[in-house]
């Protein structure tokens, strides 16, 4: 329990690695990359830079997560919303310190942060519900037969995140996916992976068998890449910008056709008045 942290503005970085199988390990290369205090423009810490390697370790504790017969596979759906809302509870343990810890590595202010992290407990805590309540249906056919559908976990899911709102869209993408019984593979935007990790630490805790959920973080071109690519990842979701998105529906294509859900673009545009300051450096504006 590391509330405590959160009695300083500046919490303590606990968690750099990369989580896969349940364990905190190095990258395969030994790489590391840094990851900055925006507002200050100050490094925090050294974070595990992850890449083809580190997927393909992922997708093996992924696989083993998957097959047949594991605990993954054969536990009740009731039982997978009992740990959604268990994770649902740590998070609102430390709700203090990862808020503070979003702010550190966000660059949000305070109230902001906050209201994600209350949307992020409520959408763990939404699918928590759900997960019990998806069902197939029996069908009315003519003659002797017994027809019905039934629902089944896509497998295997690579998730590619954006730094914007990185607890809420991890949450997002992580809660819906675990409902339904799949194993993940997660890659946090890096400009804000520090958040990511520290709910990876919470799905341990929780109880989630190992090689369920995996965190690598890394850069788009490597970790990203090998996600959007692997033969053996069944599903990418991903949110950030058009460009990428149109990538990874390439990358998609060229190997195993996987499914592919994309949340592309921006909504923030700039309204500049005739009144502005030519003078002022507006780096982040393009015309």
Same mark, same amino acid.
């Given at each position: ?45 050294? =974070? ?8 393909? $370790? +992922?997708?093996? @504790?992924? /696989?083993? *997560?998957? #097959? &047949? ?87 295997? =899911? ?8 990185? $607890? +809420?869209?991890? @949450?997002? /993408?992580? *809660?819906? #996916? &675990? ?103 507006? /780096?982040?504006?393009?015309?």
């Amino acid at each position: 329990n590391y509330s405590k942290m959160a009695m300083t503005f500046s919490p303590v970085i606990v968690f750099t690695k990369i989580f896969v199988n349940n364990v905190w390990q190095d990258s395969v290369s030994g790489k590391t990359f840094p990851t900055v205090n925006p507002t200050t423009e100050e490094k925090i810490a050294d =974070v595990a830079e992850g890449d083809k390697a580190d997927v393909d $370790l +992922a997708v093996v @504790a992924a /696989k083993k *997560a998957f #097959a &047949l017969n594991s605990p993954w596979r054969t536990m009740n759906a009731s039982q997978r919303g009992i740990l959604l809302n268990k994770l649902a509870d740590l998070i609102e343990r430390d709700r203090e310190y990862l808020t503070k810890l979003e702010v550190l590595n966000g660059g949000k202010i305070y109230r902001e942060a906050e209201s994600d992290l209350i949307d992020t407990i409520k959408c763990y805590r939404y699918y928590g519900g759900f997960a019990d309540k998806l069902h197939g249906k029996t069908i009315p056919i003519d003659g002797d037969y017994f027809t019905y559908t039934r629902h089944e976990p896509v497998g295997i =899911v690579g998730q590619i995140i954006a730094w914007n709102y990185p $607890l +809420a869209i991890q @949450a997002v /993408k992580l *809660a819906p #996916a &675990l409902c339904c019984g799949n194993c993940v593979i997660l890659k946090p935007a890096e400009q804000t992976p520090l958040t990511a990790l520290y709910v990876a630490s919470l799905i341990a805790e929780a109880g989630f068998p190992p090689g369920v959920v995996n965190i690598v973080p890394g850069y788009g071109p490597t970790a990203g890449a090998a996600i959007s690519e692997h033969m053996e990842i069944d599903k990418v979701a991903f949110t950030g910008s058009t460009e990428v998105g149109k990538l990874i529906q390439q990358a998609a294509g060229r190997s195993n056709l996987k499914n592919v859900s994309l949340e592309l673009g921006g909504k923030s545009p700039n309204i500049v008045f005739s009144d502005v300051d030519r003078n002022v450096k507006m /780096k982040p504006l393009k015309t």
